[in-house]
T-cell receptor, first 109, second 111 residues
Framework: GQQVMQIPQYQHVQEGEDFTTYCNSSTTLSNIQWYKQRPGGHPVFLIQLVKSGEVKKQKRLTFQFGEAKKNSSLHITATQTTDVGTYFCAENRDDKIIFGKGTRLHILP | DTGVSQDPRHKITKRGQNVTFRCDPISEHNRLYWYRQTLGQGPEFLTYFQNEAQLEKSRLLSDRFSAERPKGSFSTLEIQRTEQGDSAMYLC?????????FGSGTRLTVV
C-alpha cells in the first residue's frame, strides 16, 4: 500500500532552535498519527488528527493536518535535549497503522 | 498492568534455528499487532488479531512466520528456520480505539 512520505530524513538543530518535520501523501488520508521513538526505545503515540485543517498543541509541540488531508506537520518550538529521537507520522488505514520512515532529530548542545 | 510486555528483550540465534517471541498486551485491549522494524526504517506491519482471530497478514510474513493468540490475551510469534534477513526489532502493540501502545520489542539477531 501507499506509504506516507516524510521529510527531512535527518535534522540537526542547536538546542533552543525550532524543528519541523513534514508528512506527505499522494492520496487523501483518513487520519494522521504521530509517534516519537527515542534512541533504543519503542514508538510512543503522541496524537491523532482527523479533521481537515486541524491544529493541536501539546506544550512545545504543534501538530497540523492539511486542508486537503494530504499532508501534516509537527513543529517543535525551542528544542530541548529531551526532544532527541525519531518522529514518525502514520496513517491508521484498514485497522492497521502504516508508518512513514521517520525524521531523526539530533540536538546539538 | 502498566503496558505491553514483550519477552525476551533480546534473542541471538543461529541461522536455521526456530525462535518464539511472546507479547502480553494491555488487558482491556482487544486488538494486538505485530510489527518489524529494521535500522533507520519505520515499523512495518506483519499481522494483527482482534481477540483470538487473526484478521490480516502482510505479504512480508512468509510461511516461516506464524502468530497465534489462542485465548485472545497474550500472543506468540514464531519464526522457523531463521535467516540473517530476519534480524530486526519485533514490536508488539495493542489498541482498543485510537492510538496504539507499543511494547519495548524483542531484538532478534541471527548469526
Amino acid at each position: 500500500g501507499q506509504q506516507v512520505m516524510q521529510i527531512p530524513q535527518y535534522q540537526h538543530v542547536q538546542e533552543g532552535e525550532d524543528f519541523t518535520t513534514y508528512c506527505n501523501s499522494s492520496t487523501t488520508l483518513s487520519n494522521i498519527q504521530w509517534y516519537k521513538q527515542r534512541p533504543g526505545g519503542h514508538p510512543v503515540f503522541l496524537i491523532q488528527l482527523v479533521k481537515s485543517g486541524e491544529v493541536k498543541k501539546q506544550k512545545r509541540l504543534t501538530f497540523q493536518f492539511g486542508e486537503a488531508k494530504k499532508n501534516s506537520s509537527l513543529h517543535i518550538t525551542a528544542t530541548q535535549t529531551t526532544d532527541v529521537g525519531t518522529y514518525f507520522c502514520a496513517e491508521n488505514r484498514d485497522d492497521k497503522i502504516i508508518f512513514g520512515k521517520g525524521t531523526r532529530l539530533h540536538i546539538l548542545p | 498492568d502498566t503496558g505491553v510486555s514483550q519477552d525476551p528483550r533480546h534473542k541471538i540465534t543461529k541461522r536455521g534455528q526456530n525462535v518464539t517471541f511472546r507479547c502480553d498486551p494491555i488487558s482491556e485491549h482487544n486488538r494486538l499487532y505485530w510489527y518489524r522494524q529494521t535500522l533507520g526504517q519505520g515499523p512495518e506491519f506483519l499481522t494483527y488479531f482482534q481477540n483470538e482471530a487473526q484478521l490480516e497478514k502482510s505479504r512480508l510474513l512468509s510461511d516461516r512466520f506464524s502468530a497465534e493468540r489462542p485465548k485472545g490475551s497474550f500472543s506468540t510469534l514464531e519464526i522457523q528456520r531463521t535467516e540473517q534477513g530476519d534480524s530486526a526489532m519485533y514490536l508488539c502493540a495493542s489498541s482498543r480505539q485510537g492510538g496504539y501502545t507499543f511494547g519495548s520489542g524483542t531484538r532478534l539477531t541471527v548469526v
